[in-house]
């Protein structure tokens, strides 16, 4: 049966997946290359806006290469992204460290290190991916209820009842319905509040698109971003956790305006810029889960398993790495018919595997930006010294060097050049 919209009052399937944004397309084209059928809801009309910062790191193409490298081809001629080759990094004291994702970089030998496309398009694209794909249904609806049933779940919206045996929800932290399973929503230490706009006109951008990230006194432990995309646009944003925003009392549009109005390093660049549209706020869970993400026969991927990247606020990248594994353990649970608890443990346990160390460093480098005398210390060490951006490169391609920043004494001799 090929993909397309199905209307009916019961629908049955193996694998429901709640969601169709990056973790439950890209479980949908995991499934669909097994031939295994599923149902994915989606209460969204695409394209529809999604309030991101629109950067896409190496995972995602490495992650879309792995599943199809026609995929990832098609991507980049329909989709024409720019390829992001490093950061920018701008520390405290407005000392800059340009950081390129991949040391030496040579297209004919490296893969494309990342990328920066509207989400929009970027979700989009996947979801046309998914309807040419087979055996799947796509359904059109808001789910009010997820029950346990004989043998699965039923889940439930205004329109249909959709009856699986395994149930993969990808819908992100505003879902909004009652389910049998934990949902868990993060406390303020684990979420970060986020305000992006659109803006056109900004001008010093890097000639091979580095995004920059810039780590004021006024923002640690989050950051003001400039991220450049297709067509000469800009997203621009702030993202700073929760509880300081709380506790300071902050006003994240009031703030990334004074940025943008007054910043010596910004505001010159924005002088003839004009923003399109309003700014647009969102939330994001941010990882390492502090609970089971998965349970008798159900699993939880990307924002609903709180796989937002602590440090750097990634989350495509990692939500299409946990779609893609949980349609593998679901693979697994049909071929050995067995979606007992124990059995699905071992979704947890891949996951905490492949992203799981990566987003452990990251929160312990977060939470070494609160120390600000520190991080202004470090910064003006850093700045001229000749080793740090080749070991900041380092980290994209090597986690055991990123894991190297968490001792202090090494870091203490890199930036005394012993």
Known sequence: MPFGTYLCAMLSTEVCIIGAGPAGVMAGLRLAKEDIPFVIVEKDAFPREKICGDALSGKVPHIIRRLSPDILSRFEERCRPLHAHGIRFVAPGDHVFDVPFIAGYDPGRHTVPG???????????????????????????????????????????????????????????????????PRPHPGPRHTALAVRAYYEGVTGLHEQHFIELFFMEKVL????????????????????????????RLNLSLL????????????????????????????????IPGFRISGEGYMLAGDAAHLVDPLTGEGVGNAMYSGYIAAEQAVACIRQDNTGNKFMKAYDRRIMRVLGKEMKISRGLQRLLKYRRVVRWISKKADGNKHIPALMSSMFTDLSHRKKLMNPFFVLRVLLNR
């Open 115 to 181: 990328y920066t496309v509207k989400r929009e398009v970027l979700d989009a694209f996947m979801l046309e991916e998914l309807q040419a794909s087979a055996p799947g249904t796509l359904l059109r609806g808001r789910v009010e209820t997820v029950e346990r049933i004989a043998g699965g779940f039923a889940v439930k919206t205004s329109k249909e009842e959709i009856r699986s045996r395994l149930l993969i929800d990808a819908a992100g932290t505003g879902g909004g319905f009652q389910s049998p399973y």
């Open 221 to 248: 432990p989050g950051y003001f971003w400039i991220f450049p995309l297709p067509g000469g646009l800009v997203n621009a944003g702030i993202g700073i956790r929760k509880d300081v925003v709380l506790k300071k």
């Open 256 to 287: 990334m305006g004074e940025i943008i109005g007054r910043h010596p390093l910004v505001s010159p660049r924005f002088s003839e810029a004009r923003m399109l549209g309003k700014p647009a706020a969102n939330y994001l869970p941010l990882g």
